[in-house]
């Protein structure tokens, strides 16, 4: 929000935030080593790796056109429902004996990702499914006829 009410210019900023991004590695390891916790230390390193984020992505701006603008589209299933689908496969990996913690993030983002996109996609096919993701939308053709 900041960064569109100041009208910042994000673009050429690849190598802030790398610099950015590797100094915050850097901190981090340091603050782990000397075990440093908590406070004003734990927000400012939150708020340089969230720099680093932000200025890479920028970017990337380009390069990533297709991709991103696919996911954008579904940014708010995936906000709605990531726990719906995240949490019911950690579940059922726990219960088959699964608890290596690769298996359970590499699928445990995918399904957040994935499962989502799909119900999305089925719930705009049904439109009275779609008014629990898009209330406005359909509020807004009802008030119109």
């Known amino acids: 929000m900041s960064i569109c009410a100041f009208n910042v210019r994000l ?3 690849k190598v802030h935030g790398t610099i950015c991004g590797l100094l915050f590695m850097i901190l981090s390891v340091a603050a782990y080593k000397a075990e440093i916790s908590g406070g004003v230390i734990s927000f400012a390193m939150g708020l340089l790796a969230c720099v680093a ?3 890479m992505a920028a970017g990337f701006e380009g390069g990533l056109g297709r991709g991103v ?3 954008a589209k ?3 299933p995936i906000f709605l429902m990531h726990t719906l689908f995240a949490a019911p496969l ?3 990996l726990m219960k088959i004996g699964i608890e290596n913690a690769v298996i359970h993030v590499v699928l445990g983002l995918g399904i957040s990702f994935a499962g989502p996109i799909i119900a ?3 719930m705009k096919k049904t439109k009275w ?3 629990f993701l898009y209330p ?3 509020l807004m053709k009802a008030r119109s006829l």
Request: net charge positive; glycine share 4%.
């Open 129 to 131: 499914l779609e008014f």
């Open 136 to 138: 406005n939308k359909i």
């Open 69 to 71: 603008d696919f996911l």
């Open 120 to 122: 999305a996609w089925i």
């Open 90 to 92: 950690r579940s059922i």
């Open 11 to 13: 673009k050429g900023r």
């Open 53 to 55: 984020v932000i200025l």
């Open 74 to 76: 579904y940014t708010m």
